[in-house]
Every structure is written in structure tokens, then in C-alpha cells.
């Protein structure tokens, strides 16, 4: 029996600049990251979710809970593991941040 073969998933070259728009809109103005708590209650409140999402939500929750410091949700955020490839997975969630001004 062979080894299971990981498939390394490509990010999108939108989405990539999207979260680094959000980054820096996160340190710049750190009060908004209440509007990613208040989409994260949205979302939850959903009945039909994906699980994926879900777990994304739970990820966030978790992020949270570890601290409120802007630099250490946003390090989370871009970090190369498994909560950071979960939460950049679904750009929904930091819905609103960004001012399309």
C-alpha cells in the first residue's frame, strides 16, 4: 500500500491580496475586528453551512479566545498551519473590512 499523497491546495492570486488588503486594514484600524466578530455570529446562526466553514468559524472562535492583540490574530491569519490555511480559505468571513470606497 502506497502513502497517501498530500495535494497541496493553490491559493488564488485575488484571494492572497485580498487577506493582504485585510491585514493591513486590521493593523491600521484594529477596531474592525469587530466586524469579522460580528460576521463570524452571522454566520453561525446559519442553519446550512458547510462543515469546512464551520470549522473555519470554530478556528476564529478559537483565535479569539487565544488573544484580542491585533498582531497575533493577523500573524494567525497569515500563518502557514492548519488555522491559517482554514481561515484564509474563506475570505467571506472578513466581509466588510475592507472599504470600498
Known amino acids: 500500500m502506497q502513502p497517501r499523497r498530500i495535494r497541496k491546495r493553490t491559493t ?3 484571494t492572497t491580496t ?3 488588503q485585510v491585514i493591513t486594514e486590521l493593523q491600521a484600524h484594529p ?8 460576521n463570524l455570529n452571522e454566520y453561525r ?3 446550512h453551512l458547510k462543515r469546512g466553514f464551520l470549522l473555519a468559524i470554530e478556528r476564529f472562535d478559537w483565535v479569539f ?6 498582531n497575533f490574530i493577523c500573524q494567525q491569519i497569515l500563518a ?5 490555511n482554514r481561515l484564509r480559505r474563506y475570505p467571506l468571513l ?3 473590512v475592507i472599504n470600498s470606497a
Open 12 to 14: 488564488n492570486k485575488q
Open 18 to 20: 485580498f487577506i493582504n
Open 31 to 38: 477596531e474592525k475586528l469587530e466586524i469579522i466578530r460580528r
Open 45 to 47: 446562526e446559519q442553519t
Open 65 to 70: 479566545e487565544a488573544s484580542n492583540d491585533v
Open 80 to 84: 502557514d498551519d492548519y488555522i491559517g
Open 94 to 96: 472578513f466581509k466588510g
